[in-house]
């Protein structure tokens, strides 16, 4: 059942969790104020980035919009007087740089609309909640018995989904919630497909997972109608806040920090590693596992938003699995998700960094295993285990489930067939994701080896090295040449000389007019007696006395020894 007439075609290729980077690259002063350029990267791409200019008053009406965080964000303080000074706005830039670096490096302030917006104004321009209430409208022309009630603005954390209060005219007290979402960058199933999968999601019984009232699709988008739940979601329990209250004010600063009791703990991940083990056997991809995710209906959790994956719609985790290539399944994705549920579980909050180098102290040994078999480093080097080998594990192992619902999510051979092939392209797109991830974090890694102190220092010592070397081989090279053409020139005075009426002695075993020529290591062998009739060479090398020669005979010349010539000149005609 349609419920828009003319939809807008194709899905939303960009990824909305891929993390934004922001440098401030340059300051311009104008008349009366300052502007600051910036340059904004979408991933690890540079082509993948663009300029935007932005004065101190964008940055001081972000930081009151984020107020509603409560948390206390570095943003320099305004001043009237002497801003326009060079040293105040050098100053002043470096402030804001770090501004930026917070919000950057923050899981869930990077995430939202208002600082998307401010670094990405050319995606982020539009008016989500009036395009979701349009799509609404449009649904409701041919399903009269349901009406909005309220928006429940900002309950979530995704910029492209929206949630209405709901509620049916047959029952006007039951309280229902409308969430509306875009198709995502990860959607492979074919529109045929795709339909039936929606429409399967209200036959799904589990009691794991939260029913589903209504869904239905059109080309664009999906909308998925369930009941209300009161007491809010796990992370609503674990941060102690109220589920209608904006996802900033409910997550950013808990006023306290505490883990659920060790019982709770070992209860709701049993139950949710069933359910997780459920949707694996039947090949139903999911891969959006997190503490918002889960709803407490009494004492048991329940799962939500089956249909993201069918969106195709990215992870709330994706940044931090994105960087692990041994997690390059859904399963794996499914798994590492839950270590992040477990440590918000047990400690109050969620982790700080991924790996986790050390954990601390928990209300059982037993929870600090589990986690270092999910978010340790070398679990993340090594892969993550099955759900199955999660369950055997002595924290799970104990716990008796005691429900008696019996599950039941019929899906068929042809659909099963749809749903293997688009989790295949969900998982290549993520293993050419963290292949591009790893090589360019090997490129830096080699860069900032190259650039450092000590590395310039070493090839500065090398370079020397190699300098010395060369210029001392090329004057070898240069003497050897000298040598050889004396050698060639003055043969005469360094051969042993003989007498011109001996021929030269043949060589005798045992007697010699010369000695062998000695190895070049050792010393020369003492000198045999001279021969009668031969003349003993000279020890020196043969270059050495033809130089020596040469610069004596020079040195010695004098113009005045020659013999004078008298010449004949026959040329002259005689007359007789």
Not at 87 to 116: D, M, P, W
Not at 250 to 256: D, E, I, L, Q, R
Request: hydrophobic content about 35%; aromatic content about 8%.
């Amino acid at each position: 059942m349609a419920f828009m007439e003319k939809p807008p075609a194709g899905k939303v290729l960009l990824d909305d969790t891929v993390p934004l980077t922001a440098v401030i690259e340059a300051s311009q002063s104008l008349h009366s104020h300052t502007e600051y350029i910036i340059r904004v990267q979408r991933g690890i791409s540079m082509e993948n980035s663009w300029q935007i200019v932005r004065r101190y008053s964008d940055f001081d009406l972000l930081n009151s919009s984020l107020q509603i965080s409560a948390l206390s964000l570095p943003l320099p303080p305004k001043k009237l007087i002497g801003n326009m000074d060079r040293e105040f706005i050098a100053e002043r830039q470096k402030g804001l740089q770090n501004y930026l670096n917070v919000l950057t490096a923050n899981h869930i302030l990077s995430n939202c609309e208002l600082v998307k917006k401010f670094l990405d104004p050319n995606n982020y321009s539009v008016n989500y909640t009036e395009i979701a209430l349009q799509h609404v409208s449009m649904f409701f022309r041919s399903e009269p018995k349901w009406e909005v009630a309220e928006p429940l603005k900002d309950i979530g954390w995704r910029i492209r989904k929206r949630y209405f209060l709901m509620k049916s005219k047959n029952q006007p007290k039951e309280r229902l919630v409308l969430s509306w979402a875009d198709f995502g960058p990860d959607k492979y199933l074919s529109d045929k497909d795709f339909q039936c999968a929606v429409k399967l999601l209200p036959s799904c019984s589990h009691p794991y997972i939260y029913k589903v009232t209504f869904a239905t699709a059109n080309e664009s988008s999906a909308l998925v109608i369930r009941p209300f739940n009161e007491k809010g979601t796990l992370k609503d329990l674990i941060y102690k806040a109220k589920p209608k209250d904006p996802f900033l004010k409910k997550y950013c600063n808990p006023k306290k920090i505490q883990g659920l009791e060790l019982q709770q703990i070992k209860t709701f991940g049993r139950q949710i590693l069933e359910v997780l083990k459920f949707l694996h056997e039947k090949g139903f991809p999911y891969g959006h596992l997190h503490s918002s995710n889960v709803v407490l209906d009494g004492d048991t959790c329940k799962l939500l938003d089956l249909e993201n994956s069918l969106l195709g719609l990215p992870s709330f985790y994706r940044s931090y699995f994105s960087q692990f290539r041994k997690i390059n399944t859904l399963e794996g994705v499914d798994v590492h998700c839950f270590g992040h549920l477990l440590y918000e579980m047990t400690y109050g909050r969620p982790p700080d960094s991924i790996p986790v180098d050390g954990f601390p102290p928990a209300p059982s040994a037993s929870v600090v295993a589990v986690l270092e078999s999910l978010l340790s480093c070398e679990a993340l080097k090594n892969g993550m285990p099955a759900v199955s080998k999660i369950l055997q594990m002595s924290l799970f192992s104990d716990i008796l489930l005691t429900n008696s619902e019996k599950p039941q999510f019929k899906i068929p051979t042809k659909l099963k067939e749809a749903l293997k092939t688009a989790k295949e392209c969900i998982e290549k797109r993520l293993t050419e994701e963290q292949k591009l991830i790893h090589q360019h974090r090997r490129l830096t890694r080699a860069q900032s080896h190259h650039g450092s102190e000590e590395e310039k220092k070493k090839r500065k010592i090398l370079a020397r090295k190699k300098s010395k070397l060369t210029a001392f081989e090329s004057g070898e090279e240069h003497l050897a040449k000298y040598s050889n053409s004396n050698n060639s020139a003055g043969s005469g005075a360094s051969s042993p000389m003989t007498s011109p009426s001996s021929p030269t002695p043949p060589s005798t075993a045992g007697v010699s007019t010369m000695p062998p020529p000695p190895p070049p290591p050792p010393a020369a062998p003492p000198l045999p007696p001279q021969m009668d009739g031969a003349v003993q060479p000279d020890p020196s090398p043969g270059a050495s006395a033809g130089r020596e020669a040469l610069l004596s005979s020079i040195q010695n010349f004098q113009k005045g020894a020659l013999k004078k010539a008298d010449t004949c000149d026959y040329s002259v005609p005689r007359i007789s």
